[in-house]
């Protein structure tokens, strides 16, 4: 797929964002309100409550929905409380959720801890692998799906697994948290939802957390506005405008990003103390989807835990830190932080060994974070 690249960074930068009607202000205000005056009962100006609808929400809304190719589009306070809402609003107990093998741990910590609870069952498939019409069954409710995954970065055929959903009436939610809609748009692939967790490269920053979907069915996105009400969930206006700043720049980093990651990924792969590198960067499937793979790398460290333990606390320009998709560039052991909430044998299953490491490269001067990496190898 490939989208124009000059109209999506004219998006990133005035998409729901119009010069402020009371003052002329260029950049959209934080409205810094809890409630607002009404002429009358019921006469509101399109708003009455904050956490209902803000202002500067609305502008990020319509900024990201515009991004995603989306008719509609929901900020929440994080990427899990958006997964929250979207299963609440969507599934009952007992329904069937398919959930790909390789996910971020809090997808899989929210899904089994809690939702399981709840009596909504949870299945696991490799879809890059499997085939959609055995792996998902028809009276399967939902399938969550992460392509490409963390922190395997394996990548799933959405056009396929779109199929197979429309086909038995199951409701298809693509986590595009690490491709951004810079370099893939999920609704047009055939999804039904898009979800971001904003605090990573939307946002870009590493100095907020939040969350977003977009959708363009009309039914949906009234079960999804009614339930980001009602459960309250929502982002304040200070997260809001520092995402809404962010994302202006999204396609500029993403770009720099990319470059960053393919040197480092030449030189991972050429490095005798490693094992395997997973990236997109080969994958036939993500040619046809992608037009670009981002900034996150995962290689096995040839050795232990411990050695990747070590590994890890020895750079000094990639920073030990979970999260990713910050200017900065950040190094983390998935098994004992991203993912240590997925048990070590279900980790193990899906390909998540010990020794993985994860990187989130930044936009630094990239023979700099080679040189970072090369000490670390030989510290």
Request: net charge negative.
């Amino acid at each position: 797929m490939n989208h124009d690249k000059h109209g999506f960074d004219t998006l990133a930068v005035h998409a729901g964002q119009s010069p402020d009607p009371t003052t002329g202000a260029v950049m959209t205000p934080i409205y810094q309100v809890s409630t607002y005056a009404q002429d009358g009962v019921g006469g509101h100006k399109g708003y009455e409550y904050s956490r209902t609808d803000n202002p500067t929400r609305t502008a990020l809304q319509a900024c990201l929905a515009a991004l995603e190719g989306a008719n509609y589009g929901l900020c929440f306070a994080s990427g899990l409380a958006a997964t929250d809402v979207i299963l609440r609003a969507l599934v009952r107990p007992d329904d069937l959720v398919i959930c790909g093998d390789d996910v971020y741990g809090g997808t899989y910590r929210l899904f089994d801890k809690v939702l399981r609870l709840w009596g909504v069952s949870f299945r696991y498939a490799d879809f890059s692998t499997a085939d959609p019409a055995t792996s998902i069954p028809a009276n399967t409710k939902l399938v969550w799906l992460e392509t490409p995954t963390n922190p395997l970065l394996k990548v799933s055929d959405i056009r396929a697994v779109a199929a197979r959903c429309k086909a038995v009436g199951a409701i298809l939610v693509v986590d595009n948290t690490f491709a951004t809609p810079y370099f893939q748009r999920p609704l047009e692939l055939g999804a039904d939802v898009v979800i971001h967790s904003t605090t990573k490269y939307i946002n870009g920053h590493s100095d907020v957390v939040g969350g977003f979907a977009a959708l363009n069915d009309e039914a949906l996105y009234t079960k999804l506005k009614f339930l980001q009400n009602a459960a309250g969930a929502v982002p304040g206006p200070q997260d809001v405008w520092l995402t809404l700043r962010g994302v202006k720049t999204l396609g500029v980093r993403m770009d720099r990003h990319q470059h960053n990651a393919e040197r480092i990924l030449a030189w991972l792969r050429a490095h005798p103390d490693v094992e395997r590198v997973y990236h997109p960067f080969d994958n036939p499937v993500a040619r046809t989807q992608m037009s670009g793979f981002g900034g996150m790398i995962s290689f096995d460290l040839r050795g232990d835990l411990d050695r990747a333990r070590r590994f890890v606390a020895a750079t000094k320009l990639f920073t030990l830190a979970e999260s990713l998709g910050g200017v900065e560039s950040l190094i983390e052991t998935p098994a004992l932080m991203t993912h240590a909430s997925i048990e070590p044998a279900k980790r193990r299953e899906a390909g998540i060994l010990d020794g993985l490491i994860r990187l989130s490269v930044g936009i630094e001067n990239v023979d700099d974070l080679i040189a970072d990496l090369d000490q670390a190898f030989r510290a």
